[in-house]
T-cell receptor
Framework: EPEVTQTPSHQVTQMGQEVILRCVPI?????FYWYRQILGQKVEFLVS????????KSEIFDDQFSVERPDGSNFTLKIRSTKLEDSAMYFC????????????FGQGTRLTVV | QQPVQSPQAVILREGEDAVINCSSS?????VHWYRQKHGEAPIFLMI?????EQKGHDKISASFNEKKQQSSLYLTASQLSYSGTYFC???????????FGQGTELSVKP
């Protein structure tokens, strides 16, 4: 069964460092998303991406965040200068269409900023 | 814009029923239900589209009341495997983003 894969599963970084979280969405999906979940809290929307550009973003997704689809398969989230409060589980998701179709989630990358 | 879920937490004995509600202050295009086990990714349960409908599989079903902008998830004859955090996600327009509620933690005890 096709699935969304994310790497790494866990990343520890020092405050102020840049991190890149990687995702391989399901191959025939056209819409891609990043969500964040701080431990014990709800899943928060960060950004959606379609047709090689950001279609929507939340207030969390400020200038330190960026997304890219560098090739036909990868979808990346870059955090330029990490802060302690960026520590969270980051989920990538993809869907066939954007209009409320099922979003498939990857297993997440646990980011720990020390 | 975030949907509001109630209750925040439920504790059940195996075999009991539960209802989880999801309300929006804004007109909805669709409602999505997910279950998340601790440390794992959210797993899709079902989508309900505007027009008002009810869906279900096995002992988990959901309804969508378009007039009230509410959806309810029904778990009947709960099993231990139903334990987890249930999130409703709402989409407000065609092509819009999926916004999750704060979650309802369900614990099923033997």
């Amino acid at each position: 069964e096709p699935e969304v894969t994310q790497t790494p599963s866990h990343q520890v970084t020092q405050m102020g460092q840049e991190v890149i979280l990687r995702c391989v969405p399901i191959s025939n999906h056209l819409y891609f998303y990043w969500y964040r979940q701080i431990l014990g809290q709800k899943v928060e929307f960060l950004v959606s991406f379609y047709n090689n550009e950001i279609s929507e973003k939340s207030e969390i997704f400020d200038d330190q965040f960026s997304v890219e689809r560098p090739d036909g398969s990868n979808f990346t989230l870059k955090i330029r200068s990490t802060k302690l409060e960026d520590s969270a589980m980051y989920f990538c998701a993809s869907s066939v269409e954007g209009r409320g179709t099922e979003a498939f989630f990857g297993q997440g990358t646990r980011l720990t900023v020390v | 814009q975030q949907p509001v879920q109630s209750p925040q937490a439920v504790i059940l004995r195996e075999g009991e029923d539960a209802v989880i509600n999801c309300s929006s202050s804004k007109a909805l295009y669709s409602v999505h239900w997910y279950r998340q086990k601790h440390g794992e990714a959210p797993i899709f349960l079902m989508i309900l589209l505007k027009g008002g409908e009810q869906k279900g599989h096995d002992k988990i079903s959901a309804s969508f009341n378009e007039k009230k902008q509410q959806s309810s998830l029904y778990l009947t004859a709960s099993q231990l495997s139903y334990s987890g955090t249930y999130f409703c996600g709402t989409v407000y327009n065609q092509g819009g983003k999926l916004i999750f509620g704060q979650g309802t933690e369900l614990s099923v005890k033997p």
